[in-house]
């Protein structure tokens, strides 16, 4: 059975949804970074709309395809530095939200590196990514 395309039928139900990304575009964050959060967090939720798209904004924004096929073991290499670390750990425990979501060390590591904006801005890119991979899951939205 073909599901509801929600742009198709009703694209004022992204508004907010595109609003957050403008945010997310004029964050302290640079492409790089926003991609392996979107990569990570897609992956972990089994988007493969938002893989396909994603990872294709990761190429462009520099990131190499060793890392990219990487990124699933980003514990075990040294190919992430630690810094891309930490937003991927971030990433990952908001994402499994039910695991308790953000682990107070994780989040006491977080504010000795960011900012207050850095760490506003990462939470809201995994947030949106997590709202974007739950729509073209349940959606089953298809890769043009």
């Known amino acids: 059975m073909e599901r509801i395309n929600i742009y198709k039928s009703n694209p004022k139900a992204y508004n907010g949804l595109f609003a957050l990304e403008k945010f997310i575009e004029e ?3 640079d492409k790089k970074q926003i991609s392996l959060i ?3 967090a897609s992956q972990m939720n089994g988007c493969s709309y938002c893989l396909n798209m994603h990872s294709n ?3 462009k924004a520099g990131e190499t395809h060793q890392r990219l096929h990487l990124l699933p073991a980003w514990e075990d290499t040294n190919l992430f530095d630690e810094t891309e670390k930490l937003l991927l750990k971030i990433t990952e425990e ?3 939200i039910h ?3 953000l682990k107070e060390d994780t989040y ?4 000795a590196l960011f900012d207050e904006q850095t760490i506003i801005a990462i939470m809201m890119v995994i947030a949106t990514i997590n709202m974007w991979n ?3 899951i349940s959606t089953k939205l298809q890769i043009d």
């Open 94 to 96: 908001i994402t499994l």
């Open 108 to 111: 006491k590591k977080a504010t």
């Open 27 to 29: 964050s302290p964050l």
């Open 134 to 136: 739950r729509i073209a």
């Open 38 to 40: 979107k990569m990570r």
């Open 57 to 59: 904004e990761a190429i």
């Open 99 to 101: 695991h308790n979501g």
